[in-house]
């Protein structure tokens, strides 16, 4: 398993969670452009937050639904990746994923340039 994520849950809106995923071999968080998807019944996986490590240096790139609300991070010594929910609202309730790439962006079809991806993690938001 090179990607497994954890920490999803049930939360009351205004609430906070925090998301974790722990990488293994091949998959390095310092090597790999790493993002977190979401996926909601009906509709395809979209990206919500990207760490691209593509060229020089790591940009860090949000889509405009969660921007100013998560933070994704990493831990490189802990091979893992970290993805801060505050204010959630009940429209975040979904499947999130991990994913690790060669590059990552916010767009659609983002979900093609990942190579790795971890099992969804169910968060709800209550209103």
């Known amino acids: 398993v090179q990607l497994q994520a954890s920490g999803g849950g049930l939360v009351q809106a205004g609430g906070s969670l925090r998301l974790s995923c722990a990488a293994s071999?091949?998959?390095?968080?310092?090597?790999?452009?790493i993002a977190w998807f979401r996926q909601t019944p009906g509709k395809g996986r979209e990206a919500i937050a990207c760490?691209?490590?593509?060229?020089?240096?790591?940009?860090?790139l949000y889509a405009d639904s969660v921007k100013g609300r998560f933070t994704i991070s990493k831990d490189n010594p802990k091979n893992t990746m970290y993805l801060q929910m505050n204010s959630l609202e009940p429209e975040d309730t979904a499947v999130y994923y991990c994913?690790?790439?060669?590059?990552?962006?916010?767009?659609?079809?983002?979900?093609?340039?990942?190579?790795?991806w971890g099992k969804g993690t169910q968060v709800t938001v209550s209103s």
């Open positions: 994913a690790a790439g060669p590059h990552c962006g916010i767009y659609d079809g983002a979900v093609r340039s990942m190579d790795y």
């Open positions: 071999a091949p998959v390095s968080v310092q090597h790999y452009s």
């Open positions: 760490i691209n490590n593509r060229g020089a240096g790591g940009t860090t």
